[in-house]
């Protein structure tokens, strides 16, 4: 069974940083991406981040850019996202998830984007003001 278990998720101050973790099994972790995914109170979902751990492609929400980074370690099959700078409007559920490369980068490869199938359960981030 794939499991996608976040972590990392807590109560920081504005300008403060976090790092959250996706531990992954259950599938070929090299031949997908792994995408951050996040839901604030009363908003849609939107994606944060996605690695592709075929190449090692990444992107970003604009909303992020400069700020998160995204990586992965192949050895311990874990995708993290550091979070610097953080802000208020930062604060949501973070979601990690997976699906066949390209997956989330799609997208930005100029690809059909059909979603992610695979998801975890969230991680609380709380950006304090």
């Known amino acids: 069974d794939v499991q996608l278990q976040a972590s990392g998720g807590g109560l920081v101050q504005a300008g403060g940083s976090l790092r959250l973790s996706c531990a992954a099994a259950?599938?070929?972790?090299?031949?997908?991406?792994i995408g951050w995914f996040r839901q604030a109170p009363g908003k849609e979902r939107e994606a944060v981040s996605c690695i592709n751990n075929d190449d090692g492609r990444t992107d970003y929400a604009d909303s992020v850019k400069g700020r998160f980074t995204i990586s992965s370690d192949r050895a311990k099959n874990t995708v993290y996202l550091q979070m610097n700078s953080l802000k208020p409007e930062d604060t949501a559920v973070y979601y990690c998830?997976?699906?066949?490369?390209?997956?989330?980068?799609?997208?930005?490869?100029?690809?059909?984007?059909?979603?992610?199938?695979?998801w975890g359960k969230g991680t609380l981030v709380t950006v304090s003001s």
């Open positions: 998830a997976a699906d066949w490369a390209p997956g989330c980068l799609a997208q930005a490869m100029g690809l059909p984007y059909y979603g992610m199938n695979y």
């Open positions: 259950g599938f070929p972790f090299d031949d997908y991406a």
